[in-house]
Antibody, heavy 118, light 107 residues
Framework: QVQLKESGPGLVQPSQTLSLTCTVS????????VHWVRQPPGKGLEWMGR???????SYNSALKSRLSISRDTSKNQVFLKMNSLQTDDTGTYYC????????????WGQGIMVTVSS | DIQMTQSPSSLPASLGERVTISCRAS??????LNWYQQKPDGTIKPLIY???NLQSGVPSRFSGSGSGTDYSLTISSLEPEDFAMYYC?????????FGGGTKLELK
């Protein structure tokens, strides 16, 4: 069955870099797009960026200067790296998949809580 | 960026009640509107895609409608498991954007 699972540190110091991994199963990264979405505590959802099935990437312009998304298809993993973290980057980070039309997010990971604090 | 405005932000309701949540886009999104449910444990699942298509496994009491800039999600008769957060989201253009959410609460 289709699964996505986020992993990474739960605590990151201010100004440091966040590195998260989304490990997928039940589908191929060369056939589906994978996105990252985050949610500050008690707030709404924010789309961060996308790894397309062909390896192309798209980013939210609000985060583009700090964000990088990459992948390792042999390990079924998509990576998120975001630098210069601040306290308002605290929140739950989700990876999710969309079908190649319609483009809704049909499967989601459970999310990983990341706290930015010294 | 396309702004998505959801209303109401909070919706107290009773079991068996029919409720409607609205979502307005800042520009036309040609029915590229999806709805998601988020439970208190953070689990997110799709309910409706492309305005009115029911995701597999979602009960038929959920329905969606709309066009242009205005869309809505209706739950025909509330069950206990329906009390959760609901978000609309557009996939007409990048960046993908979500509404601010509606908390459906037990009255």
């Amino acid at each position: 069955q289709v699964q996505l699972k986020e992993s990474g540190p739960g605590l990151v110091q201010p100004s440091q870099t966040l590195s998260l991994t989304c490990t997928v199963s039940g589908f191929s990264l060369t056939s589906y797009n994978v996105h990252w979405v985050r949610q500050p505590p008690g707030k709404g959802l924010e789309w961060m960026g996308r790894m397309r099935y062909n390896g192309d990437t798209s980013y939210n312009s609000a985060l583009k200067s700090r964000l990088s998304i990459s992948r390792d298809t042999s390990k079924n993993q998509v990576f998120l790296k975001m630098n210069s973290l601040q306290t308002d980057d605290t929140g739950t980070y989700y990876c999710t998949r969309d079908q190649l039309g319609p483009y809704y997010f049909d499967y989601w990971g459970q999310g990983i809580m990341v706290t930015v604090s010294s | 960026d396309i702004q998505m405005t959801q209303s109401p932000s909070s919706l107290p309701a009773s079991l068996g009640e029919r409720v409607t949540i609205s979502c307005r886009a800042s520009q036309g999104i040609s029915n590229n509107l999806n709805w998601y449910q988020q439970k208190p444990d953070g689990t997110i699942k799709p309910l409706i895609y492309y305005t009115s298509n029911l995701q597999s496994g979602v009960p038929s009491r959920f329905s969606g409608s709309g066009s242009g800039t205005d869309y809505s999600l209706t739950i025909s008769s509330l069950e206990p498991e329906d009390f959760a957060m609901y978000y609309c989201q557009q996939d007409a253009s990048f960046p993908r954007t979500f509404g601010g959410g509606t908390k459906l609460e037990l009255k």
